[in-house]
């Protein structure tokens, strides 16, 4: 019971800090290796792992690391989080004789987009966001980028025609 109890307080001396590199130090990473996957320097590594031999009363960097891999079983558990979970759906029975009648609207991509699903069966036309779809064929592409461009000039030559006006209106 005593050793659990030197347990519990060399594992709350430990920073989050040497945290982090005693568990880099269980993957056998390198402290070089530590530094870049942390973002710190070398010297840094070093130091705290150091430090956490100190903690830890280890020798050396590899008894330090089994050291720290039994506290670690014991001390850092996950917390336990109940999910609340909805009441599954309860399934009414239909109200029809034969089932759901036939003109109920399916839910499908094809229908929601407008396309014909069944022979003789059409909907409305593809939406504007079907257009600019990043699969669409190259005759597609260059038609918008024409129609883009025609929108563009007619801009352009607009405002050509009130600056034209503009400075016809300011020289007289």
């Known amino acids: 019971m ?3 109890g030197n347990d519990a307080a060399l594992w709350a001396r430990l920073s989050d800090k040497q945290r982090a590199c005693l568990d880099l130090l269980l993957e056998r990473r390198t402290s070089k290796q530590m530094a870049r996957m942390l973002g710190i320097s ?3 590594v070093d130091q705290r792992i150091a430090a956490a031999r100190v903690i830890l009363g280890a020798d050396d960097r590899d008894e330090a690391a089994r050291i720290y891999g039994r506290l670690k079983s014991i001390y850092d558990q996950g917390i336990y989080d109940p999910v609340q979970l909805p009441d599954p759906p309860k399934f009414v029975p239909s109200d029809f004789p ?3 009648p036939a003109n109920v609207v ?3 991509d094809a229908r929601a987009r407008g396309f014909e699903t069944e022979p003789g069966v059409r909907g ?3 939406s504007s966001r ?8 190259l005759r597609v592409r260059i038609m918008i980028m024409a129609a883009m461009l025609a929108v563009l000039l007619v801009i ?3 405002g050509l025609g009130i600056a034209q006006a503009l400075t016809e209106l300011i020289a007289n």
Not at 130 to 137: E, F, I, M, P
Request: proline content about 8%; glycine content about 4%.
């Open 2 to 4: 005593q050793q659990m």
């Open 42 to 44: 070398k010297p840094t």
């Open 98 to 100: 034969d089932g759901d």
């Open 106 to 108: 399916m839910l499908s």
């Open 124 to 126: 409305l036309s593809p």
């Open 130 to 137: 079907d257009l600019w779809r990043h699969d669409s064929s």
């Open 156 to 158: 352009l030559l607009a």
